[in-house]
């Protein structure tokens, strides 16, 4: 009886659920009229909410389901290339999940690509990872990953997360890292943020490096930027820059820009320009120098500098011209003019420095005995041979039998000895000081 009662109670359970266990579409259909819906406003809303909640869902899972994956199957990849594959894949979506995998699978070699992700993506919870590899010898070429990215697309961000990570000197190299990156495309925000820096030697290399960017690609706006700055270091550099720039594509440019910026800021330029002009025509670059120091009140210096500067590549129109100028210009003239004399036969350059007072032709024979003393020392003691001051004459011929002497002793003592500019006491002590200075580490030919 017990067991009759059960089976008919198991029946009666078993009839109540079949319904709801397992619907029926007819009966659905035929029920769901009884069923009070909702508007269509209300029905449309729920599915739009439902739909946003499910998507968001979907997306969270299947990026876990995906990183998951991707650092299940590190461990049975057939090749170490797969792997690498795989984790720059995971450093796109979560570059700190990334750095945790490849320090797990012995991929070091992988962190700077990583970081540089990182930064470009403005992941900063990379940056606590980062702080723990402080103590290693790799901590600023990791940093410096991490910054350069995140200067390509924030770099006022990547100058202030610096300040936060790195001590010096570390800190200057990458913010000069920084800041060369972010010129390349900005060199404008550049100036304007180098405006706010204390200026050291650091700032005014930025400042420079940063002009040739600007100069690249505004030419016109650098050239008004840097006339409107006023007088310093840092000025000075930038008008240097920009007046090479300008002369190496047109001088007549370089002569016009510089017309529009103040006098004290012209110095550096007209020296650039003057310099750049006697290469093509000396009659040129003299008149524009002679102009600029009648317009402007030019640095004595510079205006100085830069006529020497004509004589390394016009000897002859300087010298011809020489007594147009002070002596202690003269002296600066005649050495330039020597050096560009250099590769002339003896006899052309005694042709040219005839001309010279005695004096002039002095400081032209002591300069070229010095320059030709090892190249070719017979000339140069023939040249020291013409000085007139007899102290300084013998000065030059001592100083090239000695240099002489230390390859040639033989050539060298001959010459001293016949030599017609020295006493038979000054050849005695000279020869004398040559066998002293000569060492057994000396190569001679005796």
């Not at 606590?128 to 350069?148: M, P, V």
């Not at 290399?205 to 690609?217: A, D, G, S």
Request: negative net charge; hydrophobic residues 40%.
């Amino acid at each position: 009886m017990k067991w009759l009662i059960v089976v008919v109670i198991s029946w009666c359970i078993g009839f109540v659920s079949y319904p709801l266990i397992w619907p029926n579409k007819a009966h659905n259909t035929t029920n769901s009229s009884h069923v009070s819906q909702p508007s269509n406003g209300v029905n449309n809303l729920l599915t739009a909410s439902s739909s946003s909640t499910a998507a968001t869902h979907s997306q969270l899972t299947a990026q876990q389901r995906d990183q998951g994956l991707l650092k299940a199957s590190l461990n049975t990849d057939e090749t170490p290339y797969m792997s690498i594959f795989k984790i720059m894949q995971l450093a796109e979506q979560d570059p700190l999940e990334a750095l945790l995998v490849a320090q797990e699978t012995q991929h070091q070699d992988l962190y700077g690509f990583i970081l540089e992700i990182a930064g470009k993506k403005q992941f900063s919870n990379v940056i606590s990872w980062l702080e723990q590899q402080k103590n290693t010898e790799q901590f600023e070429s990791l940093l410096d990953s991490y910054l350069r990215g995140l200067a390509s697309v924030n770099p006022q961000q990547a100058l202030s997360d610096v300040e936060l990570l790195a001590v010096e000197p570390m800190r200057s190299a990458i913010v000069m890292s920084i800041v060369d990156s972010w010129a390349s495309t900005d060199a404008l925000g550049v100036f304007e943020w180098l405006k706010q820096q204390p200026e050291n030697q650091s700032t005014l290399k930025m400042y420079l490096n940063t002009m040739y960017y600007y100069i690249e690609q505004s030419p016109n706006e650098a050239a008004s930027l840097i006339s409107s700055l006023p007088l310093n270091e840092s000025t000075n550099y930038l008008i240097t820059s920009m007046v090479y720039q300008l002369v190496e594509k047109n001088i007549q440019d370089a002569v016009d820009w510089l017309d529009g910026i103040s006098t004290e800021q012209r110095a550096s330029g007209v020296f650039i320009i003057s310099r750049k002009m006697a290469e093509t025509d000396p009659e040129a670059a003299l008149a524009f120098l002679n102009n600029q120091k009648q317009i402007y009140d030019l640095n004595q210096d510079y205006f100085n500098s830069a006529l020497a500067e004509i004589a390394s590549v016009e000897p002859n129109i300087m010298l011809a011209r020489i007594d147009n100028y002070d002596t202690n210009v003269q002296r600066d003239i005649i050495i330039n003019a020597s050096y560009a004399l250099a590769d002339h036969s003896e006899s052309r350059f005694l042709q040219v420095v005839e001309q010279l007072s005695d004096d002039n032709k002095d400081v032209a024979y002591r300069q070229r005995a010095n320059q030709l003393s090892q190249s070719d020392p017979q000339q140069a003691f023939n040249i020291a041979q013409r000085i007139n001051d007899a102290a300084a004459r013998e000065e030059s011929i001592v100083n090239t039998v000695n240099i002489w002497s230390s390859f040639d002793k033989r050539a060298a003592l001959s010459a001293i000895d016949s030599s017609a500019q020295l006493t038979a006491s000054q050849k005695a002590d000279i020869s004398s000081q040559i066998e002293l200075q000569l060492s057994s580490s000396n190569i001679i030919y005796p």
